[in-house]
């Protein structure tokens, strides 16, 4: 069974520093991808960045990188030069790419931006 | 270019009354997912579809039903509804491919009182 864990329900950040959001995960497939989702206080879901199970470079997207570390099954999102319209929920989620493309999401972390 | 629609967008229920929540999406996606998510947690998956036809049961299924008739629709039924159903529920649809992201609909308000 595939399990996502992240363990910082909320974080602090200045307005223009970095912030790194955790997430680790578990699956016995050779084969997936990791999502990191958006979710602002108005409610919808944003996608912001994929890694393949199989990319060997680290995904980015603007201001977003994946920071994916496969041998220790984590796939920590960086945001870089944070912005007030930054803060939200911000969830990580897997996808088996076999079989029934089940899609597994963590709990959340709630970033807040200081200005 | 609609995405993933789903009505209604807020609903107030009495204990033991049933209602559908609808999903509909344009994309001809073949993939689509039903999630609740409860105040201040993740999604937890309801049911899911890979095709017209085709439904599986996700983490929380009971209390739910689903059918997938056509490829753009994918309706969520809730019989008898009970308070610990109060949630918001996410409809999602996706293409199958390994990079391709879900596509969420703006989400249901239920509450049952």
């Known amino acids: 069974a595939q399990k996502i864990t992240q363990t910082q329900p909320g974080m602090f950040v200045q307005e223009k520093e970095a912030v790194t959001l955790d997430c680790t995960y578990d699956?016995?497939?050779?084969?997936?991808?990791l999502f990191w989702y958006k979710q602002p206080s108005s409610g919808e879901m944003i996608f912001l960045i994929y890694q393949g199970s199989y990319d060997e470079q680290n995904a980015t997207e603007g201001r977003y990188s994946l920071n994916f570390q496969k041998a220790r099954k984590s796939a920590n999102l960086v945001i870089s030069a944070s912005q007030l319209g930054d803060s939200a929920m911000y969830f990580c989620?897997?996808?088996?790419?076999?079989?029934?493309?089940?899609?597994?999401f963590g709990t959340g972390t709630k970033l807040q931006v200081i200005p | 270019n609609a995405g993933v629609t789903q009505t209604p967008k807020f609903r107030i229920l009495k204990i033991g009354q049933s209602m559908t929540l609808q999903c509909t999406q344009d994309m001809n996606h073949n993939y689509m997912y039903w999630y609740r998510q409860d105040p201040g947690m993740g999604l937890k998956l309801i049911y899911y579809s890979v095709g017209a036809g085709i439904t599986d049961k996700g983490e929380v299924p009971n209390g739910y039903n689903v059918s997938r008739s056509t490829t753009e629709d994918f309706p969520l039924r809730l019989e008898l509804a009970a308070p610990s159903q109060t949630s918001v529920y996410f409809c999602?649809?996706?293409?199958?491919?390994?990079?391709?992201?879900?596509?969420f609909g703006d989400g249901t308000r239920l509450s049952i009182l």
């Open positions: 699956t016995s497939d050779q084969s997936y991808g």
């Open positions: 989620a897997m996808r088996e790419l076999g079989g029934y493309q089940k899609v597994t």
């Open positions: 999602a649809s996706m293409l199958v491919g390994g990079n391709q992201p879900q596509h």
